[in-house]
Every structure is written in structure tokens, then in C-alpha cells.
């Protein structure tokens, strides 16, 4: 049998140490970008939403056929003074 009497350079816990920390510490993520701007709606656009009306004003403005959300819209603006 021969063994090998070679000198060995460097100490091997302090390399076994390294090459555990190396495999375990977690990488240092990136900054995250800053969340994106909502889109600008333009002037005059319109939303979708669900409203809950008394079904006596929504008679009212279905009464003249198409166009009542538009009434209904424009009642609300004048309401509001825009």
C-alpha cells in the first residue's frame, strides 16, 4: 500500500467551511422595479361598473328604450354640476 506524503496546501476545514457557505448563502435577490404607472384614462372615457338602482328609476330611464345609461350618466352630471 503507499500513501500519498504529499504536503497539502491550505487548511481543509477552513475549505470545507467555504464550500458550505458558498452552496447555502442565498444569492442576493436584485432591487424589485418600482410598480408600473396606471394608464391616464382620457378626457371624457368611461368606466364599467355595477350599480344598484330602485327598480322605480330604473323604469324611468328604460322607458325611452336604448340610450337610458347615457340619461342616467347625464342626469348624474348635471347633478353634479359637470
Known amino acids: 500500500m503507499v500513501y500519498d506524503r504529499t504536503r497539502r496546501t491550505g487548511d481543509a476545514r477552513q475549505a470545507a467551511e467555504a464550500a458550505f457557505k458558498a452552496a447555502t448563502t442565498k444569492p442576493v435577490a436584485p432591487a424589485p422595479a418600482p410598480a408600473p404607472k396606471p394608464p ?16 322605480a328609476v330604473l323604469e324611468y330611464f328604460q322607458k325611452d328604450g336604448p340610450g337610458w345609461q347615457d340619461r342616467i350618466n347625464d342626469a348624474l352630471k348635471r347633478l353634479i354640476g359637470a
Open 40 to 55: 391616464v384614462a382620457a378626457p371624457g372615457a368611461r368606466e364599467s361598473v355595477t350599480l344598484r338602482l330602485d327598480s
